[in-house]
């Protein structure tokens, strides 16, 4: 994957098994969002093919929430552009809600949101659709203690059930929760070693 002259993405493989959360590391500007985005369609590689199986949720870093709607209005908004049953969005959401512990939040409008809370809201939305895999850049920026550690009580409950997580993280104590670290360095992915 190329930016003008400049080679963000070259020979970078990579295969997410199922039930596995897999972290993703590298320097600022090493091209991880960019995997990312050609990962889940939001950019066309270059050269290479990307192949896809299941539904995808992504969760981009800079929440993607539209701030003139409350939180439900956000889900049912998510839940049209999915395509989702009235019955079924609202029980995921309802599900979503009390697992990230923001519930109370439903009625607010976005704007008057904290900026956790906000970040909470787009890692629901992500979530909605119960995809099998889960690509998320940093999506717990912004994350109090305790909903961090919920996070990751959830993303085992979700790893339990079959779905693939990947996600960009920099937080060392994150490879306590994770089953594989692959490092992005020129262009490439290698696998890095678990700081237990």
């Given at each position: 994957?190329?930016?003008g002259?400049?080679?963000?993405?070259?020979?970078?493989?990579?295969?997410?098994g199922?039930?596995?959360?897999?972290?993703?590391?590298?320097e600022?500007?090493a091209?991880?969002?960019t995997l990312?985005?050609?990962?889940v369609?939001?950019l066309?590689?270059?050269a290479?093919?990307?192949?896809?199986?299941?539904?995808i949720?992504?969760?981009?870093?800079?929440?993607?929430?539209?701030?003139?709607?409350?939180v439900d209005e956000n889900?049912?908004f998510?839940?049209?552009?999915?395509?989702l049953s009235?019955?079924?969005?609202?029980?995921?959401?309802?599900?979503?809600?009390?697992?990230?512990?923001f519930?109370?939040?439903r009625?607010k409008?976005?704007s008057l949101?904290?900026g956790?809370?906000?970040?909470?809201?787009n890692?629901?939305?992500?979530?909605?659709?119960d995809p099998?895999i889960l690509?998320?850049d940093?999506?717990y920026?912004g994350?109090?203690?305790?909903?961090y550690?919920?996070f990751?009580?959830?993303?085992?409950?979700l790893?339990?059930?079959?779905k693939?997580?990947?996600?960009?993280?920099?937080?060392?104590?994150?490879?306590?929760e994770?089953?594989?670290?692959?490092?992005?360095?020129?262009?490439?992915?290698?696998?890095?070693?678990?700081?237990?």
């Open positions: 994957m190329a930016f002259k400049r080679m963000v993405l070259r020979a970078a493989d990579l295969e997410l199922r039930g596995l959360r897999v972290g993703l590391v590298g600022n500007g091209g991880k969002s990312l985005k050609v990962l369609g939001l066309q590689p270059t290479g093919s990307v192949e896809r199986r299941g539904r949720g992504y969760c981009p870093q800079e929440p993607l929430i539209v701030d003139g709607l409350t889900f049912q998510f839940a049209a552009t999915y395509g009235d019955e079924l969005w609202q029980a995921q959401a309802a599900f979503l809600l009390e697992s990230l512990h519930a109370s939040d009625h409008p976005v949101l904290s956790g809370t906000a970040q909470k809201l890692l629901a939305l992500s979530l909605l659709h099998d690509v998320l940093e999506p920026s994350f109090d203690w305790a909903t550690q919920r990751w009580e959830l993303a085992q409950t790893c339990a059930a079959g693939s997580i990947l996600i960009v993280s920099h937080l060392i104590y994150d490879h306590s994770l089953d594989r670290v692959l490092s992005l360095r020129d262009g490439q992915l290698f696998e890095a070693e678990l700081a237990r």
